[in-house]
């Protein structure tokens, strides 16, 4: 009876460890989605990769650059209207890191209507999934995957980014 019992902890455990990261990486996603939309750069930010910060010049000038954007958006007429984000996918070990995509929905309000997108985010844990940071998946910070994780497992196949559509 102790082993059938034990038996069954072993094999429960890890889809427990599984579910506690997926609710996790969920959760610190949907908190970078709704800083997007209020435009809170210095969340965004908080839950930014390191090597991304790096590789845009620091936090400083990358939060510069992102106020920046914002208020160019606003300028325009454009606001963040939504961000929501999908169930996140399959984990991958990729080095000491684990890597998974998320899927994303953003909504911009134009003068004239709505622009949506659909990609994804690349989260990446360096502590076993306990925290998560991420890089939006465009066609430029796809090209540059490569030089930010050395280590990114090929295994972890990243779709083409939709062109936004208008609604």
């Known amino acids: 009876m102790r082993l059938y019992f034990k038996l069954i ?19 610190q996603a949907d908190i970078v989605a709704k800083a997007m939309v209020n435009g809170d750069c210095v969340t965004v930010l908080k839950y930014t990769h390191p090597k991304v910060l790096q590789f845009g010049g620091g936090k400083q000038k990358m939060l510069q650059m992102m106020n920046a954007g914002m208020a160019q958006i606003k300028a325009q007429g454009f606001s963040f209207q939504s961000a929501t984000v999908g169930e996140p996918g399959k984990f991958y070990k990729a080095g000491t890191e684990i890597h998974c995509l998320v899927p994303d929905n953003i909504r911009i309000k134009t003068p004239n209507s709505s622009i949506v997108t659909h990609s994804n985010l ?13 890089l939006d998946l465009n066609k430029g910070t796809i090209a540059s995957i490569p030089k930010l994780f050395p280590n990114f497992n090929k295994d972890l196949k990243i779709p083409e980014p939709t062109a936004p559509g208008l609604q």
């Open 122 to 134: 690349l989260a990446i844990s360096q502590d076993g999934g306990k925290n998560w940071t991420f």
């Open 9 to 27: 902890i072993l094999l429960l455990f890890p889809a427990t460890l599984f579910a506690q990261s997926t609710v996790t990486l969920k959760k």
